[in-house]
């Protein structure tokens, strides 16, 4: 069975400064790869997804995320972080086309200090 | 654009009473979620519906119910509400019946079991 493994419930930056965020896959077959951010009292939003067309996907908002077969990585990275990023974020699995399931990370709350 | 519409957005209820969480899409989708959000845990589907007419289990049905009234409409239903079902509840759905499509999610309905 496909999981995902979010490194850090919590994490503090500064305006402006680099946002990263990780998140670790376990698949035996090719996996596919979403995150998706959560602001207070709202359902989720999807930032971008990795369906193996390219290794390094560009989201919303200034968001992208490197696909790291040999690392089973999938970490989300921002350049610059603004105060509107501070959010709660998702990294989410599914294994194949026919499966009907997202199996997602416990999330990485973002802080962002002024 | 509505999309997603959950309703209520807050419920208390006492252990033993029954409930039926209401979902309702208005983008023609065809597969609908429901999923429970539970703190350090992410998001656990519960149950899932490809299609009207069909629904499927996820990883935590048991003491839930589901009915896909028509293409629009998914609801959950709690027969004799448990504490160990306060959570945060969310309904989502996708336009096709795979994983790899991106999901849209209403704000959740927030549940207590007293």
């Known amino acids: 069975a496909q999981s995902v493994t979010q490194l850090g419930s919590h994490v503090s930056v500064s305006e402006g400064a680099l946002v990263l965020l990780r998140c670790n896959y376990s698949?035996?077959?090719?996996?596919?790869l979403f995150w998706y951010v959560q602001y207070p009292n709202q359902g989720l939003q999807l930032l971008l997804k990795?369906?193996?067309?390219?290794?390094l996907v560009k989201g919303i908002n200034g968001f992208e995320a490197e696909f790291k077969k040999s690392e089973t990585s999938f970490h989300l990275t921002k350049p610059s972080a603004h105060m509107s990023d501070a959010a709660e974020y998702f990294c989410?699995?599914?294994?194949?086309?026919?499966?009907?399931?997202?199996?997602f990370g416990s999330g990485t709350r973002l802080q962002v200090q002024p | 654009n509505a999309g997603v519409t959950q309703t209520p957005k807050f419920q208390v209820l006492k252990t033993g009473q029954s409930m039926t969480l209401q979902c309702a899409q208005d983008m023609n989708h065809n597969s609908m979620y429901w999923y429970r959000q539970d703190p350090g845990m992410g998001l656990r589907l519960i149950y899932y519906?490809?299609?009207?007419?069909?629904?499927d289990k996820g990883e935590v049905p048991n003491g839930y119910n589901v009915s896909r009234l028509n293409k629009r409409e998914f609801s959950l239903r709690l027969e004799s509400a448990a504490p160990s079902q306060t959570s945060v509840y969310f309904c989502a759905s996708s336009e096709g019946r795979q994983a790899i499509e991106p999901q849209h999610f209403g704000d959740g309905t927030r549940l207590s079991i007293l």
């Open positions: 698949s035996s077959v090719p996996p596919y």
């Open positions: 519906s490809a299609s009207e007419g069909t629904t």
């Open positions: 989410a699995v599914t294994v194949d086309t026919g499966r009907r399931a997202l199996t």
């Open positions: 990795y369906t193996s067309a390219a290794t």
